[in-house]
Structures are given as structure tokens and as C-alpha cells.
């Protein structure tokens, strides 16, 4: 069973450009979740989507967007690129039934990104 | 706004020792992740609870919901345990349910 995929790996910004970020969750999975983590302020809750809704969001400015497609596969964006935003993102696959506390997480291997 | 606060922030011990690494939080919870990262890696699940206690291996997780505490145990120590151990908590009801996070356990494992 193939696991959480995050393209790209590695990438490098600069400040004022925008990037987009790939998740495709384990087959099956419904819901895909977003995390930054930086050194600071350790793993912060960005988003949350299950079957294309946003079913949560975090305290993060408006420039943090997200959504997901009808393959359960999610894209983050973050447009005006600040120095700040430089942080490993991680995306997480899970069944998603709220009944049963939306189920294990499974994390991609996250996406490093640099703003210079 | 649920905190979430774990201890020991650092712990180096011996092979073969036991080790627990506890976590406590604010308000009630759905469900409680104890996570494990390696350095530059990523970060794999090890538990998910709501509820008592679960064993996988050498790993014992335990979850007191009435005093919002939860304590992961580690069983005969070995260096390959060396990790970042993260807890994380889902709120429970009021339709913002995403995880909150404790700052990590830096775990070190000596021969």
C-alpha cells in the first residue's frame, strides 16, 4: 500500500512569489491535513479537508490557502511569500470518520521550503 | 484554547533503561497521537487513543481522560529509540476539532 506522497521535496522561494505544495493521501484515505513546522513553533495545524470541504482551519493568515480534489488528493498555497514562512510543511492522510476521532495519521515525508 | 504541555523537554538514558515521556492538556479531547520523528526524518504515528491503554512492542501508551494526562513508556531502551516524541491532541466538539501540539521530547539513547 503506497504511502503518503509530497511533491516537491525540497524547494527555494523568494520573497513576494507564491508556491504551490502536493499531497496525494493512502488510497482510500478521505481526509488530508496540513502542518507546519518550524524550529520555533514546533508542528502548527494549518488545514484540514475531507471529501473537497475544509473541514478545519488553523491561526494562520489569509495568504495559507488549500483545497482537494474529488481523488481525495490536496494542493496548499501560499502566495506573498515572507521570510518567515521558510518551515518543513506536512501533509496527513487519515479515514477521516469524526466518530472515530478521525482516525490514525499517516505523514508524508514534507515539503522543505526556503524563502530567501 | 487547548495547551498542550509535555515533559521532559530532554532526556538522555542508558540502554536498556525505562523510559516515560508524559503530556497533559487543557480542555477535553477526542482522541490523543503520540507521534515519533527522527532527526531530518519524517514523522510516523505510534498511537492513537481515547481512551485506557495500548501496547504495541516495546512502546505502552496510557491515556487518564479524567485528569487530561497521558504518559508514553518506552520498555528496554535501545539507541534506535532516539527520536523527537510529539503529543497531540484533537479537541473535542465545537466543530474546530484540528490537532494542537506539545513542543516535542528530544529523546537520546546512549549504549
Known amino acids: 500500500k503506497a504511502g503518503v506522497t509530497q511533491t516537491p521535496r525540497y524547494l527555494i522561494k523568494t520573497r513576494g512569489q507564491q508556491v504551490t505544495l502536493s499531497c496525494s493521501p493512502i488510497?482510500?484515505?478521505?481526509?488530508v491535513s496540513w502542518y507546519q513546522q518550524t524550529p520555533g513553533q514546533g508542528l502548527q495545524f494549518l488545514f484540514e479537508y475531507f471529501s473537497e470541504t475544509q473541514r478545519n482551519k488553523g491561526n494562520f493568515p489569509g495568504r495559507f490557502s488549500g483545497r482537494q480534489f474529488s481523488n481525495s488528493r490536496s494542493e496548499m498555497n501560499v502566495s506573498t511569500l515572507e521570510l518567515g514562512d521558510s518551515a518543513l510543511y506536512l501533509c496527513a492522510s487519515s479515514l477521516g470518520n469524526r466518530l472515530a476521532g478521525h482516525g490514525e495519521l499517516f505523514f508524508g515525508e514534507g515539503s522543505r521550503l526556503t524563502v530567501l | 484554547k487547548n495547551e498542550v504541555e509535555q515533559s521532559p523537554q530532554n532526556l538522555t538514558a542508558q540502554e536498556g533503561e525505562f523510559i516515560t515521556i508524559n503530556c497533559s492538556y487543557s480542555?477535553?479531547?477526542?482522541?490523543l497521537h503520540w507521534l515519533q520523528q527522527h532527526p531530518g526524518g519524517g514523522i510516523v504515528s505510534l498511537f492513537m487513543l481515547s481512551s485506557g491503554k495500548k501496547k504495541h512492542g516495546r512502546l505502552i501508551a496510557t491515556i487518564n481522560i479524567q485528569e487530561k494526562h497521558s504518559s508514553l513508556h518506552i520498555t528496554a531502551s535501545h539507541p534506535r529509540d532516539s527520536a523527537v516524541y510529539i503529543c497531540a491532541v484533537r479537541s473535542r466538539g465545537g466543530g474546530a476539532d484540528g490537532l494542537t501540539f506539545g513542543k516535542g521530547t528530544h529523546l537520546i539513547i546512549q549504549p
Open positions: 488510497s482510500g484515505h478521505r481526509s
Open positions: 480542555v477535553g479531547i477526542s482522541a
